[in-house]
């Protein structure tokens, strides 16, 4: 056996049992103690969830007006901030649910933490809207409650859409999550060694033992739940660009909006998985799970979105021009060359000229690369949202109302604060529960074993 067919994906490797595969993927969860870097990275990330608290609790005693937004700039970093995490949220629920129902075996080595990473991405999107409402105790306006008093939110509202868009999303996902996640958690309920393990584990598993009733019951329901779950992933993230699209201002009222938006969420999402699925493999050694093939078809779907993208770039630009609209063709001409131009070239640059690195084989086959270009996207598709609500912001029909937006330390600090959320839950997430799907993968090493490697070739088409 050689040392690249170690590499290989599991559910060609003779030497993977489905009893070493259980091994390796619990015992990351039942060790005694977590290792160092972990420690290390969940203290940095624990930091800045303590920096999102003193800012949150600022924010409350005095007011929205600690934010660098104004007039004409009603809208800064808490709408860009919230439509970066909503599209980063959407890859999770791609990789689970449509590839799931497309039967691409592809996915079983990423889709567990990329679900995991929907969910902490949501409740990160989720914090914005209602820090931005200014009076956030009010929250549950969004919400159509029996009001005693006749007065139901503006169903015309696009954030009321956003409200029931968003909320269904992360139900579904968390269902769809949960659901994937209890075969795995009775596996480690009956390998945990403490008796406070196996009561956790035994409690979260809900009396599963792996009968035929079981997994009849349990295939019916994560079916149905990736059937849900798929039209969400479009229609959520078309709900959040109607934020702008049925508005009137130039550079928001656009068509294109809708399907740019959901390419964009994938793009940036598939970006994500990649930013956290190359140091798992290597730090946890999970390079006969997490293959160079998983790695090369992530690239090529976000290569694939990514062209999706700069033709969304381009129709706006052709619309502008061929409307003949004037006050559309200066805002494009404001975003190219007005004060915000630097932002509108380093979002070219991000999203459209360095990603074209991804056609060559050569790039998608080694990891360091992938990942820079990962981390490049991720700030290139912030950088859109910044633009996009910016730059049509601050100069809009009269020249009179124009103005400038600069973010304070408070938006900053809010920013970083959700980021260290995110992280802060995915170390937790790592270290309490499998972030590879066990019993998918004992599924692929057992068929291989029984069908001398054929569905791991249809895998691979």
């Known amino acids: 056996m050689t040392d690249t067919h170690v590499q290989s994906d599991p559910s060609t490797e003779p030497r993977q049992t489905v009893r070493s595969v259980s091994q390796q993927i ?3 969860v039942l060790t005694e103690g977590p290792p160092r870097g972990w420690w290390a990275g969940f203290l940095v990330s624990f930091l800045l969830v303590m920096l999102l608290l003193v800012s949150v609790g600022w924010l409350f005693a005095k007011g929205v007006g600690i934010w660098g937004i104004n007039q004409p700039v009603g809208w800064g970093f808490a709408i860009v901030n919230f439509v970066w995490w909503i599209g980063i949220g959407h890859a999770g629920t791609l990789i689970s649910a449509i590839l799931l129902l497309f039967r691409q075996e592809w996915r079983t080595s990423i889709n567990r933490f990329a679900e995991a990473m929907t969910l902490f991405a949501v409740a990160c999107a989720g914090l914005f809207p209602l820090l931005h409402m200014g009076r956030p105790q009010f929250f549950f306006w969004f919400i159509p409650y029996p009001s005693t008093t006749g007065m139901w939110p503006q169903f015309r509202s696009p954030l009321i859409w956003d409200f029931f868009a968003v909320g269904t999303y992360a139900t579904v996902s968390l269902m769809f999550w949960y659901v994937g996640l209890i075969p795995d958690l009775a596996t480690l309920r009956d390998r945990s060694r403490t008796g406070r393990g196996r009561i956790i584990y035994g409690f979260l598993a809900m009396g599963w033992r792996g009968s035929a009733r079981h997994w009849k019951r349990y295939q019916s329901a994560y079916l149905l739940l990736a059937g849900l ?15 702008f699209a049925i508005s009137i201002l130039p550079g928001w009222h656009a068509t294109v909006f809708p399907p740019y938006f959901v390419a964009g969420a994938i793009y940036s999402g598939f970006a994500m998985v990649l930013t956290l699925s190359i140091p798992l493999r290597a730090v946890y050694r999970l390079q006969n799970f997490v293959t160079d093939r998983h790695l090369d ?3 090529k779907v976000m290569l694939a979105s990514g062209l999706v993208v700069a033709y969304g770039y381009l129709m706006e630009h052709f619309l502008a021009w061929y409307g003949g609209h004037q006050l559309e063709e200066f805002m494009l001409l404001n975003r190219m060359f007005g004060p915000y131009a630097w932002s509108y070239w380093a979002l070219i640059g991000c999203n459209i000229l360095i990603p074209q690195l991804l056609w060559f084989k050569s790039v998608r086959a080694r990891p360091l690369p992938l990942f820079f270009i990962a981390i490049v996207i991720n700030i290139g598709m912030w950088l859109e949202r910044y633009v996009i609500v910016v730059t049509s912001l601050h100069r809009d029909f009269l020249p009179s109302s124009w103005g400038m937006y600069e973010p304070t330390f408070w938006d900053w600090s809010t920013y970083l604060g959700t980021i260290g959320l995110f992280a802060a839950l995915l170390f937790l997430f790592i270290r309490l529960l499998p972030m590879i ?25």
């Open 297 to 299: 078809n992530m690239a």
């Open 229 to 243: 779950a798929t039209p969400l992933v479009i229609s959520v993230h078309t709900i959040v660009s109607y934020d």
């Open 26 to 28: 619990s015992a990351i």
């Open 437 to 461: 799907s066990i019993f998918e993968m004992r599924e692929l090493v057992h068929e291989h074993e029984h069908s001398g490697g054929a569905s791991a070739e249809a895998g691979t088409s």
